[in-house]
């Protein structure tokens, strides 16, 4: 398991946690982030924010933003 | 002939997820039979309009896009709050049907409420394109909701909608209301809703009070308090508290239900195989180094088409107004003379400066308006998130700072897409520190001067002053009146599509509209104000009212080396920034003598040749003067047209006054800093 930031570009895998205030639980999970949704990093650069492929959804994320959701990693 | 037939009001209310289509829907229902307000004392929009469908009318209130109904946003309130109290016939909801298993979320919430509901799948088309096989009677059956498949951007499904519509108001029958979710979610649940049961008032439902209370939500927890007895309340509340995760609990049992629903009616193995890829172009776009490249290409060339939609209006407006200006005079001839000069020296360029601000914003708008409508702006958020962060922003503020380039007031009307209200505070009060395109004609007029070829070196030493001035001021807000946790990106990336034209044009129209109604008065009041101020029959500026008040601030000004002269025209660009210059020529004994000053906002009424301008300007200026002149003016405070914005935008008479203040500080600090440097150097 391990924050979502270190998805590399074209892994995917799993959504375990999220973890935040009440504001960016409900903004996060309306855009489809719940525990147990597979997930597909379509670009990390190892800074700045990242681009994730989930639900049909394209959803850019700040990289503050990816530490508050673990995922595992792996085929899904 | 009389008919007979009574035709009934029916109230439809259209709801949707931001990128399913909804505008597009509105605009193919109502067509011109639209108008637009604001929800009461805020600044979203509100459309309205109507339609007739077999006999009768349809009235349709266009919600605001939200993503789901918590409470965290004004679009989430207003939407949430219209669709409980105000007990529309029925509500459309739209789904994009390329992106069904998001876009029904909001659908999920809103079927608990004891609304009727008709779901709209948009861009079919586009679903089949991509190999996705949606059974419609199936959804219809496992969703409990009237379906109707819609490709709105080709025309295509409005007759089975209007039909689908009608059907559902005379039913009057909301959706069925079965929740799924994991053991613990439907523990609680149920033994809320027996908590709950028979005691909610309408118009809300169990169903959604239940949920609600698993959210903690302080409506819904409200409403439970006020209509339960204090036993059942401290049973709910314990309820409440085993599950300190509803929020995600709550979403998860949406999104359950979502997959129940989509797991017949969707086939979706065609799709899998041909996966939505990350396309050539986008990958380039969200490029940290192509996509900054094919953004300053883009924006160069949304400039220049701005000021090519601009530029022709302006002209034909320059070309008419010493016509109109005339016959105004000799309207007035047998009038006292100052009756005629406050019509042809007052009002006339107070409404161009209005007309010619609006022809900027036009342009801008326009632009802006493809660039959001093709989905492009949101890359443009995403590629400059990491810049934007290190002003404490995140990626959606860029936007409006890059607007504010072309005209402030764009700029501050584009605050709105920051959903956050103390980052929006934020990127508003830093929107109206940068230089419009009306700024950089008169610095890089003064600039060539004074500086010739250093202009490269004071254009550098202005922009890094700027970017200076904007982090300082970007901390200082964020430690002192703003204070508190910032959130960041959270976006989505909707996919291109072609530019609607309607929407385009509705937006820019409802954008115009505002600006109209707010800043049109303003300036004018504004620009009559300084045409009594500098009023003189004789034509000789220098006996005018203005003249002392520059006289007596002589020594402020003195302190940036500025005569009263270069204080006036300084004071000039409030009304608009490029009315500096014919001041500047008037003061300078260049121009004609005029009447006021306010006559000189018409560009060549002053009649002043550029080059003697020039020649006057450099002899009797110091270059230290002119640097200051050039600082504390790229500084100043913006021009009235925004100063209204920022008012109607904060509802805030102290933000208003405290930014006006803040500018016009800073703008003197500059001034008296550059001066100061400016007799070292030279």
Known sequence: ?76 | MITGVRTKSYTVALAGQPNTGKSTVFNRLTGAKQHVGNWPGKTVEKKMGFYDYDGNKYNIVDLPGTYSLTANSMEERITRDYLIKENPDVIIVMADAAQLERTLYLLAEIRTLAVPVVLALNMMDIAEGQGKKIDVEILEMSAGVPVVPIAAAIGRGFERLLALVAKTVKTGRSPEKNIYGNSDFIREYQKLKTLISGKIPSPYTEEWIAVKLIENDNEAVGIVKENVSLSDFEKVRSCMERIPDGILLAADSRYNWIQEVLSMALDNSETDKRERKHSGFDRAATHPVWGKLIAVGIMVISFAAAMIIAIPLMSALQAVLPFISLSLREFFSDAPVWIGSLFADGLLPGIFVALCMLSYIFGVYIVFGVLEDVGYLARLAYIFDRSMSRLGLHGKSFMPLLMSFGCNIAGVTGTRVIDSWRQRMVTLVLVSIIPCLALWAVVSFMGMIFFGPGMPLVIISLLLVMVLYLVLTSVLLRKTVLKGESTGLIMELPPYHKPNWKTILSYVWVQIKGFLKRAVTLITVITIFIWALSYQPDGNIENSILASIGRFFDPLSGLMGLDWKLFIALVAAIVAKEASLSVLAVLYGIGQGCMSITSLLIPGSGGFEEASLIGSLAHSISPASALAFIFAFFFSIPCIGTIATINSETRSLGWTAGCSLYYTLISFIAGVLAYRAGLIIF
């Open chain 1, 1 to 76: 398991m391990c924050t979502l930031d270190l998805l590399k570009t074209g892994e995917t895998g799993r959504i375990i946690r999220l973890k935040g205030g009440k504001h960016f639980i409900s903004r996060i999970t309306a855009m489809g982030f719940t525990p147990e949704t597979k997930i597909k990093m379509i670009s990390n650069r190892g800074r700045g924010p990242i681009i994730v492929f989930l639900r049909d959804t394209m959803v850019a994320l700040g990289r503050g933003e990816t530490l508050k959701i673990s995922v595992k990693a792996g085929a899904v």
